[in-house]
T-cell receptor, first 112, second 112 residues
C-alpha cells in the first residue's frame, strides 16, 4: 500500500545535539511538507518542497534544515539552534494543486 | 491572505447527539476545503473535501458544504459515536502554489 513513513515514532535527544527525522513516501507525490504540532495548537509549516532539489521556508523555519535529493525522501534536521524543539513532527505530501495532503504518523521528539 | 478560523473546543457530547463544528475561512482565489481527523498519537487523516462552491463533502456520516457566500465549511454529523472522539481540523488548500492553511483543531469527546 502506498503511504508516508516517518521514523522513528519516538526520538529522544540531549540539548545541543542535532537530530534528523526521516520521511519517505511511495505515493509518487511531487510536493512534500514538514509541520510542527504543539499541544492544543494547530499545525505550523516548517519547510516544504514542490520538486526535487528545491525547497522553501515555511512560517517557523529557524533552527531547522531540510534536503530533497530524491522525490521519495524529505528528511528534516532539527539543529541545536532550535530553541524549543520538543514537539510532534508531521510529514505530508500532495500531488497536484488543490489535492489533499497525505500525512505520516508523526515523530514525537523530546529534547532534554 | 488565506486563513482558517475554527470553533474552539473541547466539545463533549453524548452518544447519538448531533455534532456541528464551525469553520470559516478567508481566501484569495478559489481554494479547496478539507476536514481532517487526528486520533491520539497519529497523523491527520482526510475525512472529507470540497473543491468548489456548493460542493458537499461526505464520509462516514460526516458532511460539510462549501458555502462561498458565508465563507464557511461547517462539519456536521447527525449521530456521533464514541469512536468519533478525536481532534478535527479544518483546512484550506490554496489554488496557487500548493499551500495549505489549518485551523487550530477542535477536540471532540463522545461519552456513552
Amino acid at each position: 500500500d502506498g503511504g508516508i513513513t516517518q521514523s522513528p515514532k519516538y526520538l529522544f535527544r540531549k540539548e545541543g545535539q542535532n537530530v534528523t527525522l526521516s520521511c519517505e513516501q511511495n505515493l509518487n507525490h511531487d510536493a512534500m511538507y514538514w509541520y510542527r504540532q504543539d499541544p492544543g495548537q494547530g499545525l505550523r509549516l516548517i519547510y516544504y518542497s514542490q520538486i526535487v532539489n528545491d525547497f522553501q521556508k515555511g512560517d517557523i523555519a529557524e533552527g531547522y534544515s531540510v534536503s530533497r535529493e530524491k522525490k521519495e525522501s524529505f528528511p528534516l534536521t532539527v539543529t541545536s539552534a532550535q530553541k524549543n524543539p520538543t514537539a510532534f513532527y508531521l510529514c505530508a505530501s500532495s500531488t497536484f494543486e488543490n489535492s489533499p495532503l497525505h500525512f505520516g504518523n508523526g515523530t514525537r521528539l523530546t529534547v532534554t | 491572505g488565506n486563513s482558517v478560523t475554527q470553533m474552539e473546543g473541547p466539545v463533549t457530547l453524548s452518544e447519538e447527539a448531533f455534532l456541528t463544528i464551525n469553520c470559516t475561512y478567508t481566501a484569495t482565489g478559489y481554494p479547496s476545503l478539507f476536514w481532517y481527523v487526528q486520533y491520539p498519537g497519529e497523523g491527520l487523516q482526510l475525512l472529507l473535501k470540497a473543491t468548489k462552491a456548493d460542493d458537499k463533502g461526505s464520509n462516514k456520516g460526516f458532511e460539510a458544504t462549501y458555502r462561498k457566500e458565508t465563507t464557511s465549511f461547517h462539519l456536521e454529523k447527525g449521530s456521533v459515536q464514541v469512536s468519533d472522539s478525536a481532534v478535527y481540523f479544518c483546512a484550506l488548500g490554496s489554488n496557487t502554489g500548493n499551500q495549505f492553511y489549518f485551523g487550530t483543531g477542535t477536540s471532540l469527546t463522545v461519552i456513552p
